[in-house]
């Protein structure tokens, strides 16, 4: 039996969303931008797309989504254009950004604090969480951005940004969110919650990779990152991911469409999976259930290698991840759970399992029964598990 469960990495594309797309590889292949008919039959589907994604967003046709190539595209571009025109200008002279954002801010952020930018790394509690009025504590009259994801790709630990953008509203500061692991997993509302920047990416949500977006508030819009055509009202050139454009929208519909699904039906099914993981011993799961995105479950085996464990569930046709996809090259701990404080010998022994609504029962029984055998085996020759129990 074959089972992903990785899908806070990626996500498979509805087979729905695929068939929307195709039409627009080898029948309606046009560059919108054109004046033929083969570009203005690609202007309705683009436009009911963008309809469709501004819906899920619930966002005011006044406001900007402008489409990107991704989360990294769009994550980038809000730190870098932060810089331009507030810190090099010498306005402002700082960002903060939580410790545990994905590597698209982190990096960023490390890129212009290179380039004489003061950053704040705000720290996360012990149950992975981050709590609102920390960050207030470390606004200053200089602070230009505060950048804070809605839900962390790690543990799903969902943070308070209603809260946190009104505080930075009310401080006069700029703020960004990084949604991609929040989009479909719980509702969205742009009309209430005043963030002033959103990034997501469609193969996050059931739809294709290589395109994402950032929302930009009406007053509020950045200047490019990339120049050259007057694509996306000027703020983004590159000729139009039409397929691209088109699957997201039909993605953000149906994730839209299934959230009921996805936080009870989902969240029932994580549940149960991890209400039988923890029945092994000396397990540990961060963040508490109710603070978490419902597809999420990031947890511990003491004394097993994330990567010896990994390597058992890919043996039996599943995957699963250590940490973020991004750093799986390296044998690094597990970001969050360094964050966190946790003991250095369990940081190493998280594993993490992101469902989906395409998981199903009978998949998770069989994860059950494989994740079981993979610790009785792997714990069975770990010297340092060995090693705490006699020392217990
Ligand atoms: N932001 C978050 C919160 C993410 O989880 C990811 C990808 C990105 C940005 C980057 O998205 P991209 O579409 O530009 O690649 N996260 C992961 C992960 O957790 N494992 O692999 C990729």
Not at 128 to 157: C, D, Q, R, Y
Not at 214 to 228: N, S, V
């Amino acid at each position: 039996m074959k089972v992903y469960l990785d899908n806070n990495a990626t996500t498979i594309v509805d087979p729905h969303v695929f068939s929307e797309m195709e039409p627009f590889f080898v029948q309606k292949y046009g560059n919108p931008n054109s004046l033929h008919a083969y570009a203005s039959e690609t202007h309705r589907p683009l436009k009911t797309a963008m309809e469709k994604i501004y819906a899920g967003l619930n966002a005011s046709r006044e406001d900007s989504v402008v489409v990107t190539s991704g989360a990294t595209e769009s994550n980038n571009w809000v730190l870098q254009r932060i810089y331009f025109d507030y810190i090099l200008t010498g306005r402002k002279n700082h960002i903060i950004v939580s410790e545990v954002e994905h590597p698209s801010v982190l990096a960023t952020a490390k890129f212009i604090e290179s380039l004489g930018c003061k950053v704040t790394y705000l720290p996360i509690n012990q149950d992975g969480l981050i709590e609102a009025h920390t960050v207030s504590a470390f606004i200053t009259p200089k602070t230009a951005l505060v950048s804070i994801m809605w839900a962390n790709n790690e543990t799903g630990a969902i943070f308070p940004i209603e809260e946190i953008a009104q505080l930075c509203q009310e401080k006069g500061v700029l703020f960004h969110t990084d949604a991609v692991q929040a989009i479909g997993k719980f509702p969205i509302d742009l009309k209430s919650v005043p963030v002033d920047y959103l990034t997501f990416s469609a193969h996050k949500f059931h739809g294709p990779k290589g395109v994402g977006g950032l929302f930009m508030r009406k007053g509020k819009e950045l200047q490019p990152m990339l120049h050259g055509g007057s694509q996306m009202g000027g703020l983004r050139s590159g000729t139009l991911n039409v397929a691209g454009i088109v699957g997201m929208g039909k993605a953000m519909e149906l994730a839209s469409d299934a959230l009921d699904f996805e936080m009870h039906d989902i969240k029932e099914l994580r549940d149960s999976f991890e209400d039988e993981l923890l029945t092994i011993k000396d397990t540990f799961v961060v963040t508490p259930r109710a603070k978490r995105t419902p597809n999420t479950i990031l947890i511990s085996f003491r004394g097993i290698e994330g990567e010896a464990m990994l390597w058992d569930l890919n043996k039996a046709g599943i995957g699963a991840s250590t940490g973020s996809a991004c750093a799986s090259e390296s044998l690094e701990s597990n970001p969050v759970m360094e964050a966190i404080g946790a003991e250095a010998d369990l940081a190493h022994t998280a594993i993490r399992f992101s469902l989906s609504r395409f998981t199903t029962k009978e998949e998770i029984d069989y994860a059950i029964v494989v994740v079981k055998k993979a610790v009785e085996r792997l714990r069975g020759i770990s010297s340092s598990y060995a090693y705490t129990n006699v020392c217990s």
